[in-house]
């Protein structure tokens, strides 16, 4: 079984530019959660999405934004990025929320601002 | 304000003796804590966790201990193996929060010396 993929792997942009990183959670799960880990520090929550719906928000501007499809696969966008956004971005799914809910994180995507 | 703290960066063992990597909470809210072993250019992978109702998890070399009234927790891996060197994170839930969401530790690397 397909554990949880994110894509890119690896991206590069400029300050001010926009980017979408995507996630695709184990089949079977419909709750997605995104985090961002900066470099020496342990990653912070940034969203989760269950059932297509936003069940909590981090403390992160209103630059950060995501979306649940259908499918379950979800989309992180960041716009008028900065150079404090380069950090490693990671997507972690689940079948429910709340406690004992076992989340499996995806291998992350590295962005890098220029 | 970090809620959740691994106040130390790096730990280096020799193979066959015993691992214990410590965390510290503020929060007396947490309902559930768990551990996290990160290898580079993967995601974090869940090791073990202990309900607020308990004070002693064990799954075979990993052990984790909860100490409610000192806010702290360990986990002990015994006997230590290459393999497990690794970032090791501390996570915490609230169960009141609905969402799932973990709130990390900084991390600390362990190095099991062959």
């Known amino acids: 079984d397909a554990g949880v993929t994110q894509s890119p792997t690896h991206l590069i942009k400029t300050r001010g530019q926009q980017v979408t990183l995507r996630c695709s959670p184990i089949?079977?799960?419909?709750?997605v959660s995104w985090y961002q880990q900066v470099l020496g520090q342990g990653p912070q929550f940034i969203f989760q999405y269950y059932e297509k719906e936003e069940r909590g928000r981090g403390n992160f501007p209103d630059r950060f934004s995501a979306r649940q499809f259908p499918n379950y696969s979800s989309e992180l966008n960041v716009n008028a990025l900065l150079l404090g956004d380069s950090a490693l971005y990671l997507c972690?799914?689940?079948?429910?929320?709340?406690?004992?809910?076992?989340?499996?994180f995806g291998q992350g995507t590295r962005l890098t601002v220029v | 304000d970090q809620q959740v703290k691994q106040n130390s960066p790096s730990l280096s063992v020799q193979e066959g003796r015993i691992s214990i990597l410590n965390c510290d909470y503020t929060n007396s809210m947490f309902d559930y804590f768990l551990w996290y072993k990160k290898y580079p250019a993967e995601g974090p992978t869940f090791l073990i966790s202990i309900s607020s109702i308990k004070d002693k998890n064990e799954d075979g070399r990993f052990t984790v201990f909860l100490n409610k009234s000192a806010k702290h927790l360990s986990l002990h891996i015994v006997p230590s193996q290459p393999g497990d060197s690794a970032v090791y994170f501390c996570a915490a839930q609230r169960g009141s929060s609905n969402t799932g969401k973990l709130i990390f530790g900084q991390g600390t690397t362990l190095q099991v010396k062959p």
């Open positions: 972690a799914s689940s079948l429910g929320t709340g406690l004992f809910t076992e989340a499996f």
């Open positions: 089949s079977g799960h419909k709750s």
